[in-house]
T-cell receptor
Framework: SQQGEEDPQALSIQEGENATMNCSYK?????LQWYRQNSGRGLVHLIL?????REKHSGRLRVTLDTSKKSSSLLITASRAADTASYFC????????????FGAGTRLAVHP | GAGVSQTPSNKVTEKGKYVELRCDPI?????LYWYRQSLGQGPEFLIY????????DSGLPNDRFFAVRPEGSVSTLKIQRTERGDSAVYLC?????????????FGSGTRLTVV
């Protein structure tokens, strides 16, 4: 079963535009993580936000977390063609911290 | 090594055969995870090791799937009597802490095709 669900499923933008992806989850969490995947192979950890944090930045990435709405968003500013990938949110399941449950992902295409 | 290594990168096998997929985690990472990913889907949890023991195998789909980590480092995922539905990318990840407080490091995966 999925803990997180990303929205939209697919996003197509032009280089230089901002890309926003959303994630909703079902149960209480202690952290939420975002990963990127190129070409359907290994995932790369982008950023982790803890339940007591509301916003976090890393380079061109900005992540927000709203625990009252059980949602998170990932913003990529000034997108580049190299940002084309699938993006996944992942959370530990309720009551457990020993694994991450991933959503189905958002497929981002950035056109030159 | 510097990253998580998975071998082979691709495996084609006939229905009914036995396969082994290997994962070599980052040195010092005590937590190791196996995931399975089908096309267009997110990774699906299979099993989690803390050291040598399987702390959570609730994601293994049936008894044809088994995994070991005898010395607390390299892990092998074993699939018996493979079926076409087992075709997927099998991903291994490791982390410094069980909860992945600093994120997981994933390998590049093994693409398994059962024909």
């Amino acid at each position: 079963s999925q803990q997180g669900e990303e929205d939209p499923q697919a996003l197509s933008i032009q280089e230089g535009e901002n890309a926003t992806m959303n994630c909703s989850y079902k149960t209480s969490i202690n952290n939420l993580q975002w990963y990127r995947q190129n070409s359907g192979r290994g995932l790369v950890h982008l950023i982790l936000i803890r339940s007591n944090e509301r916003e976090k930045h890393s380079g061109r990435l900005r992540v927000t977390l709203d625990t009252s709405k059980k949602s998170s968003s990932l913003l990529i500013t000034a997108s580049r063609a190299a940002d084309t990938a699938s993006y996944f949110c992942a959370t530990p399941p309720s009551g457990g911290y020993n694994k991450l449950i991933f959503g189905a992902g958002t497929r981002l295409a950035v056109h030159p | 090594g510097a990253g998580v290594s998975q071998t082979p990168s691709n495996k084609v096998t006939e229905k009914g055969k036995y396969v082994e997929l290997r994962c070599d985690p980052i040195s010092g990472h005590t937590a190791l995870y196996w995931y399975r990913q089908s096309l267009g889907q997110g990774p699906e949890f299979l099993i989690y090791f803390q050291g040598t023991g399987a702390a959570d195998d609730s994601g293994l789909p049936n008894d044809r799937f088994f995994a070991v980590r005898p010395e607390g480092s390299v892990s092998t995922l074993k699939i018996q009597r493979t079926e076409r539905g087992d075709s997927a990318v099998y991903l291994c990840a490791s982390s410094l802490t069980p909860g992945g407080d600093y994120g997981y490091t994933f390998g590049s995966g093994t693409r398994l095709t059962v024909v």
